[in-house]
T-cell receptor, first 114, second 112 residues
């Protein structure tokens, strides 16, 4: 496996379900991110983990709960979501503190909330 | 007002055309400017990275930054059907990649 891998690629869930998105990076980077991508809107940064410590939470609703057990793995736990949460959720990693250390994205998890 | 405004598109051009994709921004603190390309059903990938005003060329792609006008462009020469994708401009004021602010994206279709 190379780069950033995300599972599942597609997820359909009801508003009362609990599910998790998984991300794994094989690049040796020291920071990982969750982004939300909705149609006709810019990428929205949700969470940042640097050296496994959460450093930023951009006022994301508590129904989204991140977990970063180590520098290679990132989870997004989902519960009691709303239909407006349907979107593409992108995981990314980067090597911070280095000019040119830009974001490497996974292919995303397409979430549909019924 | 958004910090970064990107020409909305969609844009459709014939193969071989020169394509110009543009973004304007309001925050003069932005120092690093990026273009990401996103194919359908894929995540974005970094295409070009520039620092400060001027041009940067990479094959058929040229990134241009005009900090005095707060305007950046991506030019694609001899466009190919394989260039069909959504192009996202992004910019930041520090080395921290997580501080990137993205445009909405422009979807480009190059017709054979």
């Amino acid at each position: 496996e190379t780069g950033v891998t995300q599972t599942p690629r597609h997820l359909v869930m009801g508003m009362t379900n609990k599910k998790s998105l998984k991300c794994e990076q094989h690049l040796g980077h020291n920071a990982m991110y969750w982004y939300k991508q909705s149609a006709k809107k810019p990428l929205e940064l949700m969470f940042v983990y640097s050296l496994e410590e959460r450093v930023e939470n951009n006022s994301v609703p508590s129904r989204f709960s991140p977990e970063c057990p180590n520098s290679s793995h990132l989870f997004l736990h989902l519960h009691t979501l709303q239909p407006e949460d349907s979107a593409l959720y992108l995981c990314a990693s980067s090597q911070e503190g280095w000019v040119g250390g830009e974001l490497f994205f996974g292919e995303g998890s397409r979430l549909t909330v019924l | 007002q958004k910090e970064v405004e990107q020409d909305p598109g969609p844009l459709s051009v014939p193969e071989g055309a020169i394509v110009s994709l543009n973004c304007t921004y309001s925050n003069s603190a932005f120092q690093y400017f990026m273009w990401y390309r996103q194919y359908s059903r894929k995540g974005p990938e970094l295409l070009m990275y520039t620092y400060s005003s001027g041009n940067k060329e990479d094959g058929r792609f040229t990134a241009q930054v005009d900090k005095s006008s707060k305007y950046i462009s991506l030019f694609i020469r001899d466009s190919q059907p394989s260039d069909s994708a959504t192009y996202l401009c992004a910019m930041k004021y520090s080395l921290n990649a997580g501080k990137s602010t993205f445009g909405d994206g422009t979807t480009l279709t190059v017709k054979p």
